[in-house]
């Protein structure tokens, strides 16, 4: 196939007010200078033997969930969207026009997940996350990117939270989620900066800010499990990094600096992270290495780890199980990146009685398409995530069961969309929701 | 809520404490006649009082001599014990309490969804929406973070900035602990409004009064040692960083910068900077460390301002400390907590693999044995010696110049030096811990360490 054959994404073009300011501002020079810049300052060889190695044989096409909803499109398979963007960019020395780089910003940053369930299907192994990474990183730095992530992003650097929660809010959230929770256990206290604690508890913004519940559970589970824990009262408490995905690296190191800091200056062993997907792969992967660290600083570890952890040592004890029957999502940043799956299924059976496992799984399991900053997009490409995913869709309409553990908070939006778009009449738990339900609570009034 | 056991210089979360801060400022020294060597019993068992259905984890002051915690009434009140007495008022919550150097003891206070602090038991005469952030200097002010109305600002011994803004984070305490500096928006923002955000809408507010330059951001402001100006990070677009000095920004912008310093001899500013995809330092704008190093940050002046020091990684995943752009030959995955001697000659840091296995480093070499956990470490006044507070398989102890105190503790304080003697002579360590139950204070020589 050659790039003239391809015009999906002018015939699907979506109105954001940013991507159209953004777009009006562009030069061919400077687009050209910005493209050498990455390309050849900071990406390397690895993005040159992707280039050359790809054969574009198209079997990555079946592993993209957009390209098997799309009937096969081939403008959604990940060799597609990557010829329309990065291998364009890199044929011809960036010299593109304004208005190519809108259908390239739209692309990378709504219609790929970053999920890399083709690498599995890639004959070389070709990292198709990264390289529309990369393109994002080019949008990022010609100040194309769409208006509701790049809010976010701005929340980021102001606040060093996802969702301008200002300090003394994420305080009050804290201190009601304990005035809660001492409802049912008298003595239960939120260690807030509990210096030499086992572990630092950090969340996402989206908890304090919608789902304080969430808190509530997580401090009821570690009260209750008799583990030493603690949360930072001030900037760091937030692992969420939206940064990593609209290509603003110095913020995805900002804030990793920031979290990792928190938990030095409380001289804490390791950090549990609640369930979030996106999170765990810009602390434990992304944001720590564009720092300068090899690993991560301090010990991480997702709340799948962690609750398998605390079942097979017996600090949880359940009383009893979750009798209706659920099926396993797998979000791709826990379990494709960081191998997870085993653990996840250990929890989810120990937790409840009726498993039903999705066809494919695991590893190979489709992406909940909200991934990768997608639906931090915002309304305008919402409708773009619907129909992206109605390969998940009929995946979880074949399990024939209604509720869905996704320990991820994007995963759980995503789901929810097409649960409720599609008509499956099924609902999402997390792991916290089931332990909460399902284990003993001694210390309860 | 609960309390910390840190005895921190700064606020949690706020910019790190200056690395010569600990020396520099030092801790309160306890009297002349507490230096007597040996042990002392605080409290030999500091257990619950009667009546009370909880305390949290205890603190210690700086002089060892009384210890606090924060106590749950019959009533479901809190409020704060120190020895064997209880403050008079009980409130709806306590948080966040320390000693100050000069022995008071602060905490913040809630009662009927207000907030205020309680000083030794006296609440500030005014509450307010939310307080938080506790600072403290030499000066003995008591200042934190404050809502009042959703504005923000500081407080100030009681007194609130005159001007509160849209929000407020970043605080930061000159070093004569009389002045103070937030970053502060000073505009309002609506939903998903990018272009007044890309416009600029962080400044500093210093004493309450903002820089007369809006930013796009700005992160960790800092006072030189005059008390008088104030350095910041900014940012002018989405990929131009620099950094101002009241209000006024560098000529040169660069793809990142991280925290400056003043150099406290000629008033110059340096900070990390990124080009080319590596870390140097620039002072005034103008590199001064080539952009070598993998990583850069944690800048510190020697007080005389003839060296400049930082935590640097001169090969990916490799860190260390660097002089004068001269790293250290030891190196390790992760550095911390670097701190200088007094007159700045001389520095210690922590490495850990993994966040296990730490060590002290002091001058480039590494002191024997590996710590499950190590604390800041502490400079004497003469900068002869160091003290670091190390854990291992549970146990706390202090290490002097590399060697262990012949005790362990099962919690234990940062250490404190003694006075400065000329010569380092008739040294002694304040060492403050609870050891079998007991909240103790040990006055130690230096043949109290174990060769």
Same mark, same amino acid.
């Given at each position: 196939m050659s790039a003239t054959e391809f015009s999906g994404i002018a015939e699907r073009r979506i109105e954001d007010a940013n991507l159209v300011r953004g777009v009006s501002a562009l030069t061919r020079e400077r687009i050209e200078r910005v493209v050498k810049a990455v390309t050849k300052g900071e990406a390397g060889a690895r993005l040159a033997v992707y280039h050359e190695t790809c054969m574009r044989c198209g079997m990555c096409a079946d592993a993209c969930h957009?390209?098997?909803?799309?009937? %096969?499109?081939?403008?959604?398979?990940p060799v597609g969207k990557m010829e329309q963007t990065m291998w364009k960019l890199l044929r011809t020395g960036g010299k593109v026009d304004p208005d190519d780089i809108y259908g390239m910003a739209q692309i990378a940053y709504t219609e790929c997940n970053l999920c890399r369930r083709c690498v599995h299907y890639c004959p070389v192994g070709i990292d198709t996350g990264y390289v529309m990474g990369l393109v994002r990183r080019i949008c990022h730095r010609l100040g194309v990117v769409p208006l509701y992530i790049q809010d976010t992003a701005h929340s980021h650097s102001g606040t060093m939270n996802q969702m301008w929660v200002?300090?003394? /809010? @994420?305080?009050?959230?804290?201190?009601?989620?304990?005035? /809660?929770?001492?409802?049912e256990i008298p003595a239960l206290?939120?260690? =807030?900066?509990?210096?030499?604690?086992? =572990?630092?508890?950090?969340?996402?913004?989206?908890?304090?800010? =919608?789902?304080?519940?969430?808190?509530?559970?997580?401090?009821?589970?570690?009260?209750?499990?008799?583990?030493?824990?603690?949360?930072?009262?001030?900037? %760091?408490?937030d692992n969420s990094d939206m940064c990593m995905f609209?290509?603003?690296?110095?913020?995805?190191?900002r804030l990793k600096r920031c979290h990792f800091e928190m938990a030095q200056k409380l001289k804490v062993r390791r950090i549990v992270m609640g369930e979030c997907g996106h999170a765990f792969r810009s602390v434990y992967d992304v944001g720590n290495r564009w720092l300068g660290w090899k690993n991560h600083p301090v010990p991480i570890v997702?709340?799948? /780890? =962690?609750? @398998?952890?605390?079942?097979?040592?017996?600090?949880?004890?359940?009383?009893?199980?979750?009798?209706?029957?659920?099926t396993i999502h797998d979000p791709c940043n826990i379990i494709r990146g960081r191998g997870l799956m085993d653990k996840l299924r250990e929890v989810t059976h120990a937790l409840c009685s009726n498993v039903v496992e999705m066809s494919p799984t695991r590893e190979h399991n489709l992406c909940c398409c909200a991934g990768g900053g997608v639906i931090n997009c915002g309304p305008p490409f919402k409708g773009v995530r619907l129909a992206g995913n109605k390969a998940k869709a009929d995946q979880l309409a074949a399990t024939g069961v209604h509720t869905v553990v996704a320990p991820c908070h994007n995963c759980h939006g995503g789901l929810e969309d097409i649960i409720h778009h599609y008509k499956l009449g099924m609902h999402t738990k997390f792991l916290g929701d089931l332990i909460y339900d399902c284990m003993e609570k001694p210390g309860a009034a | 809520m609960s309390t910390s056991t840190a005895t921190p210089q700064t606020a949690h979360g706020q910019p790190e404490a200056p690395p010569a801060a600990h020396a520099a400022a030092g801790l309160p020294h306890p009297d002349p006649g507490d230096w007597e060597p040996g042990r002392r019993v605080i409290a030999p068992s500091f257990a619950p009082l009667p009546g009370h259905q909880w305390q949290e984890e205890p603190l210690m002051s700086h002089d060892g001599m009384h210890v606090a915690a924060v106590v749950r009434q019959e009533d479901d009140s809190f409020t704060m014990r120190v020895d064997d007495e209880v403050w008079d008022a009980g409130f709806d919550k306590v948080w966040s309490p320390r000693f100050l150097p000069d022995g008071r003891l602060v905490a913040i206070v809630q009662q009927d969804g207000e907030w205020t602090v309680a000083v030794d038991g006296e609440t500030w005469p005014d509450t307010y929406g939310f307080i938080w952030s506790l600072l403290h200097g030499p000066a003995g002010k008591v200042i934190a973070a404050v809502q009042q109305d959703m504005r923000y600002g500081m407080i100030v011994d009681g007194e609130p900035w005159e001007t509160l803004y849209e929000n407020a984070n970043n605080f930061a305490l000159s070093p004569d602990g009389r002045r103070t500096a937030a970053v502060v928006q000073t505009? $309002?923002?609506?939903?998903?409004?990018?272009?007044? +955000?890309?416009?600029?809408?962080?400044?500093?507010?210093?004493?309450?009064?903002? *820089?007369?330059?809006? +930013?796009?951001? &700005?992160?960790?402001? &800092? +006072?030189?040692?005059?008390? #008088?100006? &104030?350095?910041?990070?900014?940012?002018?677009?989405?990929?131009?960083?620099?950094?101002?000095?009241?209000?006024?920004? *560098?000529?040169?912008?660069?793809?990142?910068?991280?925290?400056?310093?003043? #150099?406290p001899a000629t008033g110059a500013v340096a900070a990390p900077v990124r080009k080319d995809g590596r870390w140097g330092m620039a002072l005034d704008g103008t590199l001064l460390w080539e952009a070598r190093f993998f990583q850069c940050w944690t800048p510190a002046w020697s007080p005389d301002g003839r060296h400049l020091w930082a935590i640097v990684a001169p090969r990916y995943g490799s860190f260390t400390v660097a002089r004068d752009a001269s790293p250290w030959p030891f190196a390790a995955p992760v550095v911390t907590d670097l701190v200088l001697s007094p007159d700045g000659a001389r520095a210690a840091a922590l490495a850990s693999h993994d966040n296990a296995a730490w060590q002290v480093v002091v001058d480039g070499?590494?002191?024997?044995?590996?710590? #499950?956990?190590?604390?800041? $470490?502490?400079?004497?006044?003469?900068?002869?010696? &160091?003290?670091?507070?190390?854990? #291992?398989?549970?146990?706390?102890?202090?290490?002097?110049?590399?060697?262990?105190?012949?005790?362990?503790?099962t919690t234990a304080w940062d250490p404190? +030096?003694?006075?400065?003697?000329?010569?380092?002579?008739?040294?002694a360590v304040l060492l403050r811990g609870i050891r079998d139950g007991a909240c103790e204070r040990w006055v130690a020589t230096p043949d109290d360490f174990r060769a």
């Open positions: 957009y390209c098997i909803s799309h009937d %096969g499109d081939p403008t959604y398979s200002k300090d003394d /809010e @994420w305080l009050d959230s804290l201190v009601w989620q304990e005035d /809660e929770a001492r409802g206290r939120i260690p =807030f900066d509990k210096e030499g604690a086992d =572990f630092l508890y950090s969340v996402i913004a989206p908890e304090p800010k =919608f789902r304080t519940q969430l808190i509530y559970q997580a401090a009821v589970i570690f009260d209750q499990a008799g583990v030493d824990w603690t949360m930072p009262s001030a900037p %760091g408490w609209t290509g603003d690296y110095e913020m995805m190191g997702h709340s799948v /780890e =962690f609750f @398998w952890e605390l079942l097979t040592e017996g600090k949880i004890k359940l009383a009893k199980k979750f009798d209706e029957p659920v | 505009v $309002p923002l609506g939903q998903a409004d990018i272009e007044t +955000f890309t416009r600029g809408v962080y400044s500093v507010a210093v004493d309450g009064e903002a *820089w007369g330059r809006n +930013f796009m951001n &700005v992160w960790t402001p &800092v +006072f030189d040692n005059r008390n #008088d100006r &104030v350095a910041a990070q900014v940012r002018l677009s989405h990929s131009e960083y620099t950094v101002a000095v009241n209000g006024a920004p *560098w000529p040169a912008t660069f793809p990142c910068v991280w925290e400056p310093c003043f #150099d070499v590494v002191w024997p044995g590996r710590w #499950d956990m190590a604390w800041r $470490p502490v400079f004497s006044p003469c900068g002869r010696h &160091v003290a670091v507070r190390v854990k #291992d398989r549970g146990r706390e102890t202090v290490l002097l110049d590399g060697r262990p105190w012949r005790e362990a503790f404190v +030096f003694g006075p400065a003697t000329a010569n380092g002579a008739g040294m």
